[in-house]
C-alpha cells in the first residue's frame, strides 16, 4: 500500500504525498470540488445538491474517498530540546491523509510515564501503537522497580519495536523525559530504529527546513524559558515553511518540579518572514 | 514408617500437619553445615569472605571458586553446595543480561535477589525436583549505594547491614553486631571479616579464605580483593587471634 514518508531524510520519492500543492492537477480538481461540497452539505436543496452531486458520474465522489483513503499521517515538525534542569517537547498540531487535513489540533506528545513523553512522527496508526506498548511495558515495570522508570529505558522499549519491526513500521520518535539519575535527557529513534541519546532533537517533514536555525539557536544551560523560546521558533519557522506542518504549536516541560503543557493557538503563532498577517477575527 | 520425618520429609511438596516442608529445612541444613560464609555492607562498599576447607593436601589454591561476579555492579558468594550455588549464579547472569538488553539499564540488587529468590523458590514446588543446597551472599554497588542480600534456599531474600551463613554463623554475627558498620571503610572490613573467619574455624583444619569486594576501592566493582591486601588481612587475624589466645 501506499504510504506517506514524513521523517526527515527519508529522501524517498513517496514524499510527495504529503506536501499539500495546489499544483498539482488532484489538488486543483479538489478544490474545485470543494465549493459544491459546501453547497452539497449546507446550503443547497437537498434535492438540487443531490443532482449536483450525482451530475459528473460520482467522479467527485470518487476523489474525496482517493484522499480519505490515504493513511493517516503524522506530516509533522517535532522537536525535543534539553535545559538545565530538564526538557521541552514541541510539536504542531497537523494530521493529514493524502491532501486532507484529518486533525489540525493533533496531540502529537503523548506520555509513556509520569515522567517521559514522546513525540510522534509517522504513520498516526503506528507511532500510536508503539506508545500504548512501551506505556503498558513501562507501567508493569514501574511496579516490578516501585519508583520512577528512566528515560533511558522508556526510550530503550520504543527502540526495541521499531528496531524489530523495521519493515512493517513508518514512526519517527523523539522520547524525552526527566528522572534522578540522568536528570533531563532526550533520545531519538528515527526510521530504521537506531538510538541515540542527544543534547537536542528534531523529526518530521518539518524539520528539514529547521536543521540550520536549530544548529544556531539552540546552546547549552538554557534556561527553561530560553530553552521554551527556543522550541516554539523552531516549531514555528518549520511551520511556515512545510506544508504538512501547521495548526497550533504543543509543548511540555518536564523537569524535577514536575510536567507543564503549554498550548498557542494558531492565532497567536508569530508570522514568520514573507508570511500575511492573520486576518483579524472577533475572538482574537 | 516411623523417624524423623515420619513419610512427611520424602517431597518437597508434602506438607507435614503442622505446616512444615521438610525436604526445604534439609536443604537449609546443608548450607547451615557448610564453610562459613561472611558479608558486611561498610560505609563505602561491601566485603564477601568465604572459609573454603581444604579436603586434600594435593589441592591446588585457588581452585573450587565459591565467588563470582554477576555483571560489573554485582557479585554473589556461595555457601553451601557449590554446584547448586554455581547454577544460581548462572541464573543469575542470565537475568542481569537479559535485564539490560530489554530495559537498557543495569539490574538493580533488589530487583535481581527478587528474581534469584523466585528461581529457587521454583524448586520448592514440584515433587521431581529438590530444593537448592545453598545459599548466596548477593553484593551489590549500583545507584541505590552498596547493599548486601541473603537468598536462601527456601526462597526468601533479604536485605542487611551484614550477615553470616554456614557452621560458624552464631559466632560470625555475634562478631558482625559488634562491629560500627556505618563507619568502618571495606579496606578495614576485609580485615575484620578475616578475623571473624579466623575466630570462628577453630579446628586445626587448613582452611583457604575467599575475600571478594565491591567497593569505591575497586572501581563500584565486584573484584576478588587484591592479593597483597588479603595476605595482610589473614596476617592481621593471625596475629589477633594469637594474641587473644595469650591473653
Same mark, same amino acid.
Given at each position: 500500500?501506499?504510504?506517506?514518508?514524513?521523517?526527515?531524510?527519508?529522501?524517498?520519492?513517496?514524499?510527495?504525498?504529503?506536501?499539500?500543492?495546489?499544483?498539482?492537477?488532484?489538488?486543483?480538481?479538489?478544490?474545485?470540488?470543494?465549493?459544491?461540497?459546501?453547497?452539497?452539505?449546507?446550503?443547497?436543496?437537498?434535492?438540487?445538491?443531490?443532482?449536483?452531486?450525482?451530475?459528473?458520474?460520482?467522479?467527485?465522489?470518487?476523489?474525496?474517498?482517493?484522499?480519505?483513503?490515504?493513511?493517516?499521517?503524522?506530516?509533522?515538525?517535532?522537536?525535543?530540546?534539553?535545559?538545565?534542569?530538564?526538557?521541552?517537547?514541541?510539536?504542531?498540531?497537523?494530521?493529514?491523509?493524502?491532501?486532507?487535513?484529518?486533525?489540525?489540533?493533533?496531540?502529537?506528545?503523548?506520555?509513556?510515564?509520569?515522567?517521559?513523553?514522546?513525540?510522534?512522527?509517522?504513520?498516526?496508526?503506528?507511532?500510536?501503537?508503539?506508545? @500504548?506498548?512501551?506505556?503498558?511495558?513501562?507501567?508493569?515495570?514501574?511496579?516490578?522497580?516501585?519508583?520512577?522508570?528512566?528515560?533511558?529505558?522508556?526510550?530503550?522499549?520504543?527502540?526495541?519495536?521499531?528496531?524489530?519491526?523495521?519493515?512493517?513500521?513508518?514512526?519517527?520518535?523523539?522520547?524525552?523525559?526527566?528522572?534522578?539519575?540522568?536528570?533531563?535527557?532526550?533520545?531519538?529513534?528515527?526510521?530504521?530504529?537506531?538510538?541515540?541519546?542527544?543534547?537536542?532533537?528534531?523529526?518530521?517533514?518539518?524539520?528539514?527546513?529547521?536543521?540550520?536555525?536549530?544548529?544556531?539557536?539552540?546552546?547549552?544551560?538554557?534556561?527553561?524559558?530560553?530553552?521554551?523560546?527556543?522550541?516554539?521558533?523552531?516549531?514555528?519557522?518549520?511551520?511556515?515553511?512545510?506544508?504538512?506542518?501547521?495548526?497550533?504549536?504543543?509543548t511540555v516541560t518536564i523537569s524535577k518540579d514536575g510536567v507543564k503543557r503549554d498550548f498557542l493557538p494558531h492565532t497567536r503563532?508569530?508570522?514568520?518572514?514573507?508570511?500575511?498577517?492573520?486576518?483579524?477575527?472577533?475572538? @482574537? | 514408617?516411623?523417624?524423623?520425618?515420619?513419610?512427611?520429609?520424602?517431597?518437597?511438596?508434602?506438607?507435614?500437619?503442622?505446616?512444615?516442608?521438610?525436604?526445604?529445612?534439609?536443604?537449609?541444613?546443608?548450607?547451615?553445615?557448610?564453610?562459613?560464609?561472611?558479608?558486611?555492607?561498610?560505609?563505602?562498599?561491601?566485603?564477601?569472605?568465604?572459609?573454603?576447607?581444604?579436603?586434600?593436601?594435593?589441592?591446588?589454591?585457588?581452585?573450587?571458586?565459591?565467588?563470582?561476579?554477576?555483571?560489573?555492579?554485582?557479585?554473589?558468594?556461595?555457601?553451601?553446595?557449590?554446584?547448586?550455588?554455581?547454577?544460581i549464579v548462572n541464573r543469575a547472569m542470565q537475568e542481569a543480561t537479559q535485564y539490560k538488553g530489554f530495559y537498557g539499564e543495569?539490574?538493580?540488587?533488589?530487583?535481581?535477589?527478587?528474581?534469584?529468590?523466585?528461581?529457587?523458590?521454583?524448586?520448592?514446588?514440584?515433587?521431581?525436583?529438590?530444593?537448592?543446597?545453598?545459599?548466596?551472599?548477593?553484593?551489590?554497588?549500583?545507584?541505590?549505594?552498596?547493599?548486601?542480600?541473603?537468598?536462601?534456599?527456601?526462597?526468601?531474600?533479604?536485605?542487611?547491614?551484614?550477615?553470616?551463613?554456614?557452621?560458624?554463623?552464631?559466632?560470625?554475627?555475634?562478631?558482625?553486631?559488634?562491629?560500627?558498620?556505618?563507619?568502618?571503610?571495606?579496606?578495614?572490613?576485609?580485615?575484620?571479616?578475616?578475623?571473624?573467619?579466623?575466630?570462628?574455624?577453630?579446628e586445626e583444619k587448613p582452611f583457604e579464605l575467599e575475600l571478594a569486594w565491591i567497593c569505591d576501592e575497586s572501581n563500584k566493582?565486584?573484584?576478588?580483593?587484591?592479593?597483597?591486601?588479603?595476605?595482610?588481612?589473614?596476617?592481621?587475624?593471625?596475629?589477633?587471634?594469637?594474641?587473644?589466645?595469650?591473653?
Amino acid at each position: 500500500m501506499f504510504k506517506a514518508a514524513l521523517h526527515s531524510g527519508s529522501g524517498k520519492p513517496r514524499r510527495r504525498a504529503t506536501v499539500s500543492s495546489p499544483h498539482k492537477p488532484a489538488g486543483r480538481k479538489l478544490l474545485e470540488w470543494r465549493g459544491r461540497i459546501d453547497q452539497h452539505f449546507g446550503y443547497g436543496s437537498s434535492e438540487a445538491s443531490r443532482s449536483l452531486y450525482l451530475e459528473d458520474g460520482g467522479q467527485y465522489a470518487a476523489l474525496l474517498q482517493a484522499e480519505l483513503e490515504q493513511p493517516v499521517s503524522l506530516g509533522t515538525t517535532i522537536i525535543a530540546a534539553s535545559y538545565a534542569g530538564g526538557v521541552v517537547l514541541g510539536a504542531d498540531s497537523r494530521t493529514t491523509t493524502g491532501n486532507y487535513i484529518a486533525n489540525r489540533v493533533t496531540d502529537k506528545i503523548t506520555p509513556l510515564a509520569e515522567n517521559v513523553y514522546i513525540c510522534r512522527s509517522g504513520s498516526a496508526a503506528d507511532t500510536q501503537a508503539i506508545s @500504548a506498548y512501551v506505556q503498558w511495558f513501562l507501567q508493569q515495570h514501574a511496579v516490578d522497580l516501585d519508583r520512577h522508570v528512566s528515560v533511558k529505558t522508556a526510550a530503550k522499549l520504543a527502540q526495541t519495536m521499531v528496531y524489530q519491526n523495521k519493515n512493517m513500521l513508518q514512526a519517527g520518535l523523539i522520547i524525552a523525559g526527566w528522572d534522578k539519575q540522568g536528570g533531563g535527557s532526550v533520545h531519538t529513534v528515527p526510521l530504521g530504529g537506531t538510538l541515540l541519546q542527544v543534547p537536542y532533537s528534531i523529526g518530521g517533514s518539518g524539520s528539514a527546513y529547521i536543521t540550520g536555525l536549530c544548529d544556531k539557536l539552540w546552546r547549552p544551560h538554557m534556561t527553561q524559558q530560553e530553552c521554551h523560546e527556543f522550541v516554539v521558533k523552531a516549531v514555528t519557522h518549520a511551520m511556515a515553511r512545510d506544508g504538512s506542518s501547521g495548526g497550533c504549536i504543543r509543548t511540555v516541560t518536564i523537569s524535577k518540579d514536575g510536567v507543564k503543557r503549554d498550548f498557542l493557538p494558531h492565532t497567536r503563532v508569530p508570522i514568520a518572514y514573507g508570511e500575511m498577517q492573520q486576518p483579524m477575527s472577533v475572538g @482574537a | 514408617m516411623s523417624g524423623i520425618g515420619t513419610g512427611y520429609d520424602l517431597s518437597v511438596s508434602t506438607f507435614s500437619p503442622d505446616g512444615r516442608v521438610f525436604q526445604t529445612a534439609y536443604a537449609q541444613k546443608a548450607v547451615d553445615n557448610g564453610g562459613t560464609v561472611v558479608g558486611i555492607r561498610c560505609k563505602d562498599g561491601v566485603v564477601l569472605g568465604v572459609e573454603k576447607p581444604v579436603a586434600s593436601k594435593m589441592l591446588v589454591g585457588g581452585s573450587n571458586r565459591s565467588t563470582y561476579p554477576i555483571n560489573q555492579q554485582t557479585g554473589m558468594g556461595i555457601a553451601g553446595v557449590s554446584a547448586d550455588g554455581r547454577q544460581i549464579v548462572n541464573r543469575a547472569m542470565q537475568e542481569a543480561t537479559q535485564y539490560k538488553g530489554f530495559y537498557g539499564e543495569v539490574i538493580p540488587g533488589y530487583v535481581l535477589s527478587e528474581r534469584i529468590a523466585s528461581y529457587v523458590h521454583l524448586f520448592n514446588l514440584y515433587w521431581y525436583v529438590r530444593p537448592f543446597g545453598a545459599a548466596l551472599l548477593m553484593a551489590s554497588y549500583d545507584s541505590e549505594g552498596p547493599q548486601l542480600y541473603l537468598i536462601e534456599p527456601g526462597g526468601t531474600a533479604h536485605r542487611y547491614f551484614g550477615t553470616a551463613i554456614g557452621k560458624g554463623r552464631q559466632s560470625a554475627k555475634t562478631d558482625i553486631e559488634k562491629l560500627k558498620l556505618t563507619e568502618l571503610s571495606c579496606r578495614q572490613g576485609v580485615v575484620e571479616v578475616a578475623k571473624i573467619l579466623h575466630t570462628v574455624h577453630d579446628e586445626e583444619k587448613p582452611f583457604e579464605l575467599e575475600l571478594a569486594w565491591i567497593c569505591d576501592e575497586s572501581n563500584k566493582e565486584f573484584k576478588r580483593v587484591p592479593a597483597d591486601l588479603a595476605a595482610e588481612a589473614e596476617q592481621q587475624a593471625k596475629a589477633a587471634l594469637d594474641e587473644d589466645m595469650d591473653s
